[in-house]
């Protein structure tokens, strides 16, 4: 429990960072550390846990990102959950994979659902604005893979970070990976 | 334990994640108000903090620079007073002689001051959070300007802080016409010009418009929110489509340094 709260704190806290990182320079991508935390989330909690994770981050991020102008709506607040839970319950099936102390295919997997969220962001706002053109230049494919490669790039850092963290507080997200180490 | 929660657990979620996406506009702008209250002081906090880093890395002024500084600004400061007070009696003439001729009077408006505490960490909007709301008399859907011309609207208003949708924003759009001309159409951003390289474009211009490069781009005070003869942007290019002109404009504001801006929050008694 203790954990869950120290991830929901990562959230926040990343949440509030990344605005102070502007877009890369020559590609113009993000660097998004939530959706780091919410797959790590994913690996190192059981379903519930992560459920609750992808509410509260999907929720946050909604709240501050969705855009309303002159009282349209484009994304309605809450699909981010929906995104969340979904990649959430698909890097949970890598789960076992996790607690026996693997976690490099987690790490790129993470940087290939943060670049997901981006595409699925692009989709939606592409539906809603008109004319509806599928617009994938060379410009748009950076900002959504760039986004993912910085992802992959930070995992590591965030998983280690996060494994500590968990350490700390008590909380064994890879418990066979320790079992096996005290025999 | 745990398999026994799947159930319960994505069942009390559903339920949760429904509520949430069939908010309506209103009730949702007032989560996003909510929760903007509750995560401006932290980015008015990293702001104050990468402030100060950045004037620690720019190092200290020397007693002469700041003497010298504190003349000139106090020289532009007289000199903008005197401006000022030249432009109010002008406005006051150019009124009185309007309602003579029984046109509208223009309204004067009311600059509140603001300062940007954070720029927009999504990827496809154009969004940047202020540090006045409601408190201040903020409202939505208020113009957003600074001395070199428009920057944008306000959207979401919490207590203490705001939100405004950037001129670059594909979502915000503003009707405007080119100096010197008859030729009107609508600002709007591009999609990809988020992040470093802002752009914005002119559209629904005739063909036969002979717009140059450079021509200046005012808003045209059409639809309301916006007031007339605030500079946009100058033109970079000019195109014919096949069923209109669209002119590429370079916003007159450089949104990507922008630090403090004023809101339009009403007329000025």
């Known amino acids: 429990m203790i954990f869950f709260f120290l991830l929901l704190i990562g959230m926040f806290v990343a949440l509030v960072a990344q605005h102070f990182i502007g877009p890369l320079p020559v590609i113009g991508s993000r660097v998004l550390f939530l959706p780091i935390i919410m797959f790590y989330g994913a690996l190192a909690l059981p379903v519930p846990g992560m459920l609750a994770l992808a509410f509260c981050g999907g929720l946050m991020w909604d709240a501050l990102n969705v855009l309303s102008v ?41 940087g290939v659902c943060t670049a997901f969220v981006v595409l699925a962001e692009y989709l939606m706002i592409t539906f809603r604005r008109e004319p509806v053109v599928f617009l994938f230049d060379k410009e748009i494919w950076w900002r959504i893979g760039g986004t993912g490669l910085v992802a992959v ?31 | ?93 150019n009124n009185r002689l309007r309602s003579s001729l029984d046109y509208r009077e223009r309204a004067v408006f009311k600059l509140m001051p603001a300062r940007i505490v954070a720029r927009d960490a999504s990827t496809w909007y154009n969004k940047v959070v202020i540090d006045r709301g409601s408190t201040d008399g903020i ?52 999609r990809t010009s988020s992040g470093s390289t802002p752009s914005i474009g002119l559209n629904f211009l005739s063909k036969q418009a002979k ?43 450089d949104l990507t340094t922008l630090e403090d801006v004023f809101v339009v929050v009403g007329e000025n008694k």
């Open chain 1, 70 to 110: 002159e009282g349209n709506v484009e994304i309605a607040m809450g699909w981010s959950i929906v995104l969340y839970a979904a990649l959430g319950a698909l890097m949970g099936g890598f789960r076992p994979l996790f607690q026996r102390g693997r976690w490099e295919i987690h790490c790129l997997l993470s």
């Open chain 1, 153 to 183: 790039l930070l995992s590591p850092f965030f998983f280690f970070a996060f494994n500590y963290l968990a350490f700390l507080v008590g909380f064994d997200p890879q418990p066979e990976r320790n079992a096996r180490r005290s025999r």
């Open chain 2, 1 to 93: 334990m745990s398999r026994r929660l799947i159930i319960p657990s994505v069942l009390v979620f559903a339920v949760l994640t429904g509520l949430i996406l069939f908010l309506s506009p209103h009730n949702m702008r007032r989560v996003q108000a909510g929760f903007l209250g509750i995560i401006s002081p932290f980015l008015k906090t990293g702001s104050t903090m990468e402030k100060k880093y950045r004037d620690f890395r720019e190092g200290l002024k020397t007693l002469e620079q700041l003497e010298s500084e504190n003349q000139r600004l106090m020289i532009a400061n007289k000199e903008l007073s005197a401006t000022n007070q030249t432009l109010r009696g002008l406005e006051t003439e």
């Open chain 2, 139 to 190: 409202k939505e859907d208020q113009p957003v300007l600074t001395d070199l011309g428009l920057v944008g609207k306000t959207t979401v208003v919490a207590e203490h802080s705001a939100t405004v949708v950037l001129v670059s924003d594909e979502t915000c759009r503003v009707a405007a016409k080119v100096e010197g001309t008859q030729e009107q159409g609508i600002i709007k951003g591009e």
């Open chain 2, 211 to 253: 717009i140059a490069p450079g021509a200046n781009i005012y808003t045209s005070g059409v639809g309301g929110v916006f007031p007339s003869g605030v500079l946009v942007g100058q033109v970079k290019e000019f195109k014919m489509r096949e069923l209109d002109g669209h002119a590429t404009v370079v916003p007159a504001v």
